[in-house]
């Protein structure tokens, strides 16, 4: 079947999450062409849609784009596919993606996956998505069409076809004034700060046993000396100790350091589905039964009071100071 | 004003998820349950709302008859009453339940005339969809912004704020509006032992609505493979510190 692709942008070209979902979208077409959209431009990224198997890209021109306005972004996307003939619509499962989709699936009333890891085309389609931030997964028949699904990202490998640029045609889709009442008025800079967890190279994170907020002075400093940011697990947010930036779990931040050194974390399911990009994890934890055992590279078994500080002698102790 | 909250009921999964012998959910016998993590703090926006404004907050909730608790809960940290979607515990799919929700916000607001704000979370912690909150406010004919860690009421209008690279972007929405919203919008508080004995007393106004095929059809539930891992045990107690250490310096962050 035809699969229209919406396309992702960012600064510096495609989003690499929009090059995941191709590699899905060209599953799902199953030999049948991929056709792309962007809003507000977009054209010179044919080339590199091109090489990801796409053979049209559409591109909606209206002034209007300039702001994000997820239903003015919906609207193009639904004409695109009538327009394109498409059987099915992807997209990357990030934030924007899923949002776009469900307004998509709201206007023509049909039925939407988020965040699939695998889609087979047929009537109906078979998905494979996420449940509980990556926990579990469910296989389920996608009814309706045009079929309507986001592909979970970093699940699915891009894979570049070494195809001829695609084939560029701009429409001006229909909008009425009603489609850009919600809509991005300002963008706010955040605070200049350490190091943002979501991009640290080095995670040091603590659950309840720190004990209280000024426990987390020695994961503070080990931190510190790894030049790593702090987290922490969903009930010391709760409690109030820390801020919820520093909550590394489903609903706070998910993170893909190269060392996470998890203090005091049970490993419940909450937690893992924000480590789960973590190429190494170190636990400390004082019970050798703990879950994160079972999902821990490393782990050292004592109170985390007398093990964290040591580690920071030790690193001290190793720079010669 | 008037203030509506969408919650579901989810189970508190531990370090392992069981499924039952029919792999069409998780094992819940040994678990408790609660409000998926991002309602809760639509709930305790509901209440500060109306703290401030004054008016009526009301809870939501489609769920089995065991979803007493968490509406028990709502009412516990300040919400005024609810409605309860008494669903026979079988899944309903995300296009069926903003098809319930809108009839049953209809139906609360021909009689008690209209929310100004319905929050939902941005996505439920089990199902993830992404999409009922969107739904109901297209069927309802009102703007919806979602995934958001700030809102704040400006006469006619409400700023919400959304997370974005290297900042936050800011919407500003007319009323009435759907909000959905995520987990560090707000710290909820803890529900007082006199407030829960309150929330016993508060009515809950309950329906059955009819469950229609699923669109989205769950077929079955999969346990992921290769999550299962051998931690190497570096040592017990401050004595595994130069291990530590040694295993930093190999990966070259130390």
């Known amino acids: 079947m035809t699969v229209l692709l919406l396309a992702e942008r960012t600064p510096e070209g495609l989003d690499e999450r929009t090059l995941q979902a191709a590699a899905l979208a060209r599953r799902v077409a199953g030999g049948e062409p991929v056709h792309a959209l962007t809003v507000g431009g977009g054209g010179e990224l044919a080339g590199e849609l091109g090489e990801h198997g796409v053979a049209t890209l559409h591109v909606a021109e209206d002034e209007a784009y300039a702001a994000y306005a997820p239903v003015a972004v919906a609207r193009a996307v639904a004409q695109a596919a009538a327009r394109a003939r498409a059987s099915a619509v992807v997209a990357a499962g990030t934030e924007r993606g899923n949002e776009v989709l469900a307004h998509v699936a709201a206007l023509v009333d049909q039925p939407f996956a988020a965040n699939c890891v695998e889609a087979t085309a047929g009537e109906p389609a078979l998905v494979t998505r996420v449940r509980w931030g990556g926990s579990l997964l469910e296989e389920a028949r996608l009814h309706g069409a045009p079929k309507l699904l986001t592909v979970q990202p970093h699940a699915v490998a891009a894979e570049p076809t070494g195809g001829p640029p695609a084939t560029v045609e701009p429409f001006a889709p229909e909008l009425t004034d009603a489609d850009l009442v919600v809509r991005v008025r300002e963008r706010v800079a955040a605070a200049a700060g350490g190091v943002s967890l979501a991009d640290a190279e080095v995670v040091v994170s603590c659950g309840r046993g720190a004990g209280s907020p000024e426990g987390f002075g020695i994961i503070e400093e080990l931190a510190g000396l790894l030049g790593g940011a702090v987290g922490c697990s969903r009930a010391v947010t709760m409690a109030g100790w820390r801020p919820h930036t520093d909550q590394v779990g489903q609903t706070g931040t998910k993170i893909a350091p190269d060392v996470y050194i998890a203090c005091g974390i049970s490993g419940a399911t909450q937690h893992m589905a924000g480590c789960r990009g973590a190429k190494t994890i170190i636990a400390v934890n004082i019970d050798p039964e703990a879950p994160i055992l079972a999902r821990a590279d490393y782990a050292v078994i004592g109170d985390l009071h007398e093990v964290v500080p040591a580690v920071s002698a030790e690193l001290r102790k190793a720079r010669g100071g | ?254």
Not at chain 2, 141 to 169: H, I, S, W, Y
Not at chain 2, 189 to 199: E, F, G, H, N, T
Not at chain 2, 207 to 223: G, H, I, M, Q, Y
Request: hydrophobic share 45%.
């Open chain 2, 1 to 254: 004003m008037r203030v509506l909250v969408c919650v579901k009921r989810v189970p508190m999964t531990g370090g392992t998820i069981v499924l039952t012998e029919d792999a069409q959910a998780i094992e819940t016998k040994h678990l408790g349950f609660a409000v998926s993590p991002h309602e809760e703090c639509g709930v305790e926006e509901a209440v500060r709302l109306v703290e401030t404004h004054g008016g009526e907050s009301v809870v939501l909730t489609l769920g089995p008859p065991e979803a007493v608790e968490q509406l028990r809960e709502a009412m516990a940290l300040g919400i005024d009453r609810a409605i309860h979607l008494v669903s026979d515990g079988g899944e309903w799919d995300p296009q069926a339940t903003a098809a319930a929700i809108v009839e049953a916000i209809r139906s609360d607001e021909a009689a008690n005339g209209p929310f100004d704000l319905v929050f939902f979370g941005n996505e439920s912690a089990d199902a993830g969809g992404y999409q009922v909150g969107i739904r109901a406010a297209r069927a309802l004919g009102r703007p919806v912004a979602t995934g958001l860690k700030g809102v704040a009421l400006d006469g006619a209008a409400v700023r919400c704020e959304q997370e974005a690279a290297g900042g936050r972007d800011v919407y500003v929405l007319p009323l009435p509006a759907v909000l959905t919203v995520l987990e560090g919008l707000n710290l909820p508080r803890y529900p007082s032992v006199p407030a829960k004995l309150r929330a016993q007393r508060k009515p809950i106004d309950a329906s059955t609505p009819s469950r229609p095929d699923a669109r989205l059809e769950k077929l079955r539930l999969v346990v992921p493979e290769g999550q299962s891992k051998e931690a190497v045990i570096l040592g017990e107690g401050p004595g595994a510190a130069p291990a530590v250490v040694e295993v930093l310096q190999r990966i070259g962050v130390a």
